[in-house]
């Protein structure tokens, strides 16, 4: 059975809900203290939701340090899946596992409310049980979720198919201006070169579960299954 | 010695902070209409044990490249006391 390790920072609250999408489809998930120094043996990683050490500094800026996040550099780099929701996007940013950081929403408004996002990467460790083009409907929930990048990060992320997901109108069409938090280009989430790393602000996890009536988020817990298989990640 | 440093970080040149918009309209709506151009950073003062006023300033360096600014949207200006 696939194991998932969810990482509990200080602060995160979002932990039990990732652990839960992970149970759900079918791997063994568990959750491992900020200052532990090993995954156990994961095959997946998992940074939650939430407001590590407060966001104090910056969002996530303290987090990165967290002595298990050493492994988790090594694990990634080591080509294992890792994938950050929210709050675990920003630690990812700040970590350079992923490039970019997360700003102040444009409207300084905290924004909590289902979006919609569209998928633009499938081969990914956390986004090829959807296909190209599907409509997701998840909740965010973040004051700063606003990607910001140079224009030469940018113009490489899109030339390599490394947008993930798209905020979208929940119809699918392309969103008015700078509408949910003012991301270039409409980013929601992103992936690294080799795709086992994935960042989004939107929450899976909270769209994970049949009696809230919506699952759209159950397949980035799901893909890490073949994805680990295919690749031959892990122990 | 101990040095006083005094760190100032601010959002890059370029990138919107609505932080500066939000109270620069609120200047405006004050009467301030010469305020132009608000941008909202951090100060960070810290003591730092060194042999020197350049080392003090070199390690506040350092320290701003690993943790204290986000070298993809911010810049930062360090100054020594005394």
Known sequence: MQ??????????????????????????????????????GADAVILPGGFSYGDYLRSGAIARFSPIMQAVQRFAQDGGPVLGICNGFQILCEAGLLPGALMRNARLSFVARPVAVRVE??????TNRYRKGDILRMPVAHGEGRFAADAATL??????????????????????DGEINGSLNDIAGIANAEGNVVGLMPHPDR????????????????????????????R | ?????????????????????????????????????????????????????EDAKGRARVMCDKLLANPVTEDYLVEVEG
């Open chain 2, 1 to 53: 010695m101990h040095y006083r440093v005094h760190v100032r970080i601010v959002p890059r040149a370029g990138l919107l902070d609505p932080q500066g918009q939000a109270v620069e309209h609120a200047l405006t709506a004050l009467g301030f209409k010469e305020a132009a151009n608000v941008r909202i950073g951090k100060a960070i003062e810290l003591s730092i044990d060194a042999k020197s006023a």
């Open chain 1, 121 to 126: 990467q499938t081969d990914t460790a956390f």
């Open chain 1, 155 to 176: 113009r490489k992320l899109e030339a390599e198919g490394r947008v993930v997901v798209r905020y979208v109108d929940l119809d699918g069409s392309p969103l008015k």
């Open chain 1, 3 to 40: 194991k998932v390790a969810v990482i509990r920072f200080p602060g995160s609250n979002c932990d039990v809900d990732s652990l839960n999408g992970a149970k759900r489809v079918g791997t063994d998930a568990y959750l491992v203290w900020h200052r532990d120094i090993d995954l156990k």
């Open chain 1, 207 to 234: 769209a994970a579960d049949p009696a809230l009536g919506n699952t759209d988020g159950l397949g980035f817990f799901a893909s890490v299954i073949g994805w680990a298989h295919a690749k031959g990640v892990g």
